[in-house]
């Protein structure tokens, strides 16, 4: 499919974006961490037809790395503001994964007027009760061991890469898509090592402060739509249930076999249900 590039400015710095051309509302996919906007590759092209809008957080991808910036969710949030704002976009149907949960969720909570819909990917928001960290997250967010995690992992890429599969791996069904989508994503992920590092550092402060939205989240009008896959043990079939509670006007879609990456293992019935999901009225095609 083709697309346009933009370089969206956020201060002295720019976010890569891909546009592709379609009817509205655009659809803005977000990644989390360790990946970036390729974790999309292969749910984009059932996509035809609609606007879809995909880009990398600062210190991923094609997206610039300043060295020392602060990478948390409260600055993803605004690099997501500075995507919509500079594209233009009336109202948008927000695609979170991953970590891009938090940032999606706060855009929406503080702009409802402007979301047609909000789509949850395997993703998560604060500390619920089934919510299980992957093993490399829970190495590289808790407080001392993270510093002799860095250190250690610094000194040798080759236990880098060994880490990094062992764990991706884990979040992809099939063995042979294994084996093309992770390879590539580690390439692409040795110079996003700092926004890795500091977004873990993040986590616990995001998890924990995001408790106090609940009631915002409770009295959220737009329609949500859940599609999570059912075999992910980390951001589980629990924690889609949780937000199923919060969210009134959500709907839930646990799809059997799936695991973490749900896009990359169903990416045709991901399409399909983004794709029928109710618009809000202001929003309908």
């Known amino acids: 499919m083709d697309y346009k590039e933009h370089f969206v400015p956020r201060g002295r710095y720019r976010i890569y974006v891909r546009e592709y051309e379609g009817e509205g509302p655009a659809i803005v996919l977000m990644h989390g961490?360790?990946?970036?906007l390729h974790l999309y590759d292969r749910l984009v092209p059932h996509l035809s037809g609609r606007r879809v809008v995909v880009f990398d957080f600062l210190g991923w991808g094609g997206s610039d790395k300043p060295e020392g910036y602060p990478y948390t969710a409260d600055n993803q949030t605004r690099d997501l503001d500075a995507v919509i704002e500079h594209l233009g976009l009336e109202n948008v149907m927000l695609v979170a994964h991953d970590a891009s949960g938090p940032p999606a969720i706060d855009w929406a909570l503080a702009h409802p007027e402007r979301v047609s819909a909000l789509v949850l990917l395997n993703t998560y928001y604060y500390a619920m009760r089934t919510l299980r960290p992957p093993e490399a997250i829970l190495l590289f967010s808790v407080p001392v061991l993270r510093?002799?995690?860095?250190a250690v992992i610094s000194r040798s890429d080759y236990l880098d890469r060994k880490v990094y599969s062992w764990q991706v791996e884990r979040f992809i069904r099939d063995e042979e898509v294994r084996d093309e989508v992770v390879p590539f994503l580690y390439s692409q992920f040795r110079e996003a090592r700092p926004a890795f590092w500091a977004l873990n550092e993040d986590l616990l402060r995001t998890i924990l402060s995001r408790r106090k939205m609940i009631p915002k989240m409770k009295a959220f009008g737009r329609p949500v739509r859940i599609i999570f896959g059912d075999a992910d043990p980390y951001l589980n079939a629990g924690v889609a249930k949780r937000f199923q509670e919060l969210f009134p006007t959500s709907e839930l879609f646990l799809l059997p076999g799936a695991r973490h990456y749900v896009q990359v293992d169903e990416p045709e019935e991901v399409a399909r249900l983004i794709?029928?999901?109710?618009?809000?009225?202001?929003?309908?095609?």
């Open 275 to 285: 794709l029928s999901a109710p618009l809000h009225a202001k929003a309908v095609i």
């Open 33 to 36: 961490f360790p990946d970036n």
């Open 147 to 150: 510093n002799v995690a860095r």
